[in-house]
C-alpha cells in the first residue's frame, strides 16, 4: 500500500495535501497539549518498527507483495493523533528514503492509512473492549483492512476523476471493479500478521493496568 | 514499490521491415520494454502510459502476454514509460534515446538501494531490541 507518484491525478491529491495539511495542523497542537513525555520513547520505538515492517515485503501467488504495516499497533497505544502523526512521518520517509509511495501520494497515504487505519482500529477496540485481548487483535486487523479498503477506492475513483476528452484516464486506469478486489483482498491476510503483531505489542509496550 | 520490471529492452534493428496486405512500411527504432512482477511472471495486463522527454503522454495500452510494451520514440531524450499494476503497485522506467534513436538501457527511478534498505531495517530492529532490553530492566 505505498502509492507511487503519477498514480493520482491532481484532482486528487490537490484536496487531499489541503485536508491533511489541516489535519497536521491540529494534530500537532494536540500533540504538544497531550503528549506525555514518558510515552515519547515508546512512541519512537512503535513508529521505527512500523517504519522498518513496511520495508519488509513479502511476495504473494500471483506476483503481488504485502506487508505488516504496524497501523492498529500504533492505534491501540497511542490512540488516533498521535498515530496519524506518526504514520504520516513513516510515509514521508519513505517515499524520500526509498522511493517507497510518491509524495504526492503522501496525503493520500496518511488520510487513509494515518488516519482511515487509526480510526477504524480505534473504534474496533472500544467496541470491544471487554475482551481486551481479541479487541486488540481485531483493531491490528481493522488496521490494515480498513486503509486497503480506501485505497482501493481512491484508485479505482481515478478514471472518474481524470480522463481526457474521450473518456481515457490519464492516471490509474483501472477502475473500482479491478481494484477492489486486488488490493483488498491480499490485505484480509495481513490483517491477521498484524492483528498478532499489535498483541505482541500490546502486551509488551502498553503502560498501566490493561496490558497483561 | 519497486518498479520489479527488470525490464528487458531491446531495440528492434534499425531498418527492420513489418509488412501487412496494402504496402511496407518501416518499424525504425521501436522500443520494447519488458515488464515483470515480483514472482518473475509477465506482467501481462498491466497498464502502461508512455511519456516523452517533455512529459507529454506519447502512448498508452495494456502489456502483452509476454508483459511488453512497444513505442517508437521520434526524438532523443529521457522516454519514460508508467506501469500500473491492478493491485496499485508499479513504477515508472526511464529510456534514454539518442541521436540515431538508439535506446539504451532503461534505469528505474532513483532512490531504490536494496542494501541501504536492508541496513536501516537492521539497525532498526537492533535499536527495538535494545530498547524492549531496557523496559524489562
Known sequence: MHIPDGFLGPQTYGPAYGVAGVLWAVGLRRLRRTLDPAAVPRLAVATAASFALMLVTVPLPGGTTVHVTGIGMIAVLFGVWHGFLALSLVYLLQALMFG????TALPVMALTAGLGGTAAAVAVHRACGRWPRPAVFLAGWCGTVVPAVLVAFVLGAQPLLAHDAEGTPLFFPFGWAVTVPAVVLPHLLVGVADGVLAVLA???????EDAP | MRPFLICALALLASGAAAHESHGTFQMRGAVIVTFEDHDGGAAEGWAFTVLDPEGATWSRGFCDARGQTVFAPDRTGDWKVRVFAPDGHGGEVMVPVDEDLAAGPPAPAP?????????????????VIRFAGRMRR
Not at chain 1, 202 to 208: C, E, I, Q, T, V
Not at chain 2, 112 to 124: C, L, M, T, Y
Open chain 1, 100 to 103: 517507497d509511495g510518491g509524495v
Open chain 2, 111 to 127: 532512490g531504490r538501494s536494496p542494501w541501504i534498505r536492508w541496513i536501516v531495517i537492521a539497525a532498526v530492529v537492533l535499536a
Open chain 1, 202 to 208: 500490546w502486551r509488551a509496550l502498553a503502560p498501566g
